[in-house]
Nanobody
Framework: QVHLVESGGGLVQVGGSLRLSCAASARAFVGYAMGWFRQAPGKEREFVAAINSDGGGIDYADSVKGRFTISRDNAKNTMYLQMNSLKPEDTAVYYC???????????????WGQGTQVTVSS
C-alpha cells in the first residue's frame, strides 16, 4: 500500500512563501513520477506541478509558473513544492500524488496523500 504524507501547509499573507513536503516509503517513491494537485472550495481538483522519477521532466500549470518550484530528493524519498509570491487564488487543499510510471506522460496518478491546507490571506 502506498502511503504519501504531505506537510507544510498553513496560513500565509499575500506575497508570502510556503514549502510543502510529501514523504513516502522508498518502495512507493523511487522510480515513480510525482506531482502536486490542488482543490479549492467548490472547484475541481487541478494539476499544479509534476516531476519525473529522475528529477527531470518538470512541468507546471500556467497559473503557478515562475512562482512555484517542484523538486525531489530521492535519497530522502521526499518531494517538495516551494511556493513563492502567493496569491489568494492559491488557497486550496494541496495533494501529493504518485503517477503509475517513471514519467507522468501516458500515466495517471495512482495514489494520493491526504492533503494539506494552504490559505493565503489578503
Amino acid at each position: 500500500q502506498v502511503h504519501l504524507v504531505e506537510s507544510g501547509g498553513g496560513l500565509v499573507q499575500v506575497g508570502g512563501s510556503l514549502r510543502l513536503s510529501c514523504a513516502a516509503s522508498a518502495r512507493a517513491f523511487v522510480g515513480y513520477a510525482m506531482g502536486w494537485f490542488r482543490q479549492a472550495p467548490g472547484k475541481e481538483r487541478e494539476f499544479v506541478a509534476a516531476i519525473n522519477s529522475d528529477g527531470g521532466g518538470i512541468d507546471y500549470a500556467d497559473s503557478v509558473k515562475g512562482r512555484f518550484t517542484i523538486s525531489r530528493d530521492n535519497a530522502k524519498n521526499t518531494m517538495y513544492l516551494q511556493m513563492n509570491s502567493l496569491k489568494p487564488e492559491d488557497t486550496a487543499v494541496y495533494y501529493c500524488a504518485r503517477y503509475g510510471g517513471w514519467t507522468r506522460i501516458g500515466t495517471l496518478p495512482d495514489s494520493w496523500g491526504q492533503g494539506t491546507q494552504v490559505t493565503v490571506s489578503s
